[in-house]
């Protein structure tokens, strides 16, 4: 079943073609359409910002992708966005490095994971593991060890890594986001519901991040170069069909997520962000695909005839170029 969902969101996310990023384009709205979603009440969401696009036909269209925003609530105000950020990190490594390539972990790595209170991949200096068990480690169990020792190698030093996923965020038209660390970590770092929407679709496009993203577990066999790890996923909306995306928290971001999932043959990429608990933003996510779906069925919602909310936005989903 989540081999189905994975290859249905990757077709609606490649039908573009060969499409090097994304770009977000200044919000024109169309014509609200007339429907009996309409009239129905809008679910409740109590996050701060929550976006929530249709990119089910985004390949099409003269100008490159139609999303189809669903719902929109704050969807521009830059806000930060604690472990959200390390999509951003993977994306980059994954422009830099080779799968088999090996980093070994120093102590600055562990020091720096667990001086600034964060989650951590249980990482200990010495060991040696390749990018793509790191990659696991810095998605499933979100750690800031593994986001250091990346971007220590790969910047080379997390300074030049950090001007890395600027570079990579104005490439992929995130005009409202600003990186200023690679894991996430309480900053003056910011960014948008929207431009991390944008972002959740380029990622998903990457096979090896796609799947990284939808698996609950990762065993990583002790060997000569590492000790054993067991990574667990902090995506609960797995369990839900989802595929993917990344969960965060800190006090000053509350707790955010990024989710992608294909509900009756249409796929959805949302962001929750500043929402008031773990297991509410979760159950906000649900709300908003649920809410979505029903739309569909109800004929109301989806493609270029408009979602729940009426309205076909070009650029504040996103656009495939």
């Given at each position: 079943m989540r081999n189905?969902?994975?290859?249905?969101?990757?077709?609606?996310?490649?039908?573009?073609?060969?499409?090097?990023?994304?770009?977000?384009?200044?919000?024109?709205?169309?014509p609200a359409q007339a429907g009996p979603a309409q009239a129905a009440e809008k679910p409740s969401v109590t996050a701060r910002e929550a976006y929530l696009v249709d990119i089910t036909d985004g390949a099409h269209g003269a100008h490159g992708a139609h999303g189809t925003v669903q719902f929109a609530k704050r969807e521009t105000r830059r806000v930060p966005i604690a472990s959200l950020t390390k999509v951003m990190t993977a994306y980059v490594v994954r422009r830099q490095a080779r799968l088999d390539d090996v980093v070994t972990i120093k102590q600055a790595d562990v020091r720096h994971a667990v001086a600034g209170g964060a989650t951590t991949a249980g990482l200990r200096?010495?060991?040696?593991?390749?990018v793509r068990d790191l990659l696991y480690g810095l998605m499933l169990p979100s750690g800031a060890d593994a986001a250091h020792a990346l971007a220590e190698k790969y910047g080379p030093g997390t300074a030049k890594f950090v001007a890395k996923m600027n570079a990579a965020a104005r490439r992929l038209g995130l005009r409202d986001t600003r990186y200023a660390n690679p894991d996430g970590l309480p900053s003056k770092a910011y960014s948008t519901a929207r431009d991390q929407a944008t972002l959740a679709a380029a990622v998903l496009r990457d096979p090896v991040i796609a799947t990284v993203a939808k698996t609950p577990k990762r065993v990583v066999g002790k060997s000569a170069h590492h000790r054993a790890h067991v990574w667990r996923n902090t995506n609960d909306l797995l369990r839900d069909g989802a595929v993917g995306l990344k969960t965060g928290f800190t006090n000053q971001a509350g707790y955010c997520l990024s989710f992608a999932a294909v509900r009756d043959g249409r796929t959805y990429v949302g962001v929750v962000l500043g929402e008031r608990s773990d297991r509410a933003r979760f159950a906000t996510a649900r709300r908003l695909l649920d809410w979505a779906a029903?739309?569909?069925?109800?004929?109301?919602?989806?493609?270029?005839?408009?979602?729940?909310?009426?309205?076909?936005?070009?650029?504040?989903?996103?656009?495939?170029?």
């Open positions: 189905g969902v994975l290859i249905a969101l990757a077709a609606a996310l490649v039908t573009a073609g060969a499409a090097t990023g994304l770009t977000a384009a200044p919000a024109q709205a169309g200096a010495g060991e040696r593991l390749t029903e739309g569909v069925a109800e004929g109301a919602g989806g493609g270029a005839a408009g979602g729940p909310g009426g309205e076909v936005m070009e650029g504040a989903g996103v656009i495939l170029s």
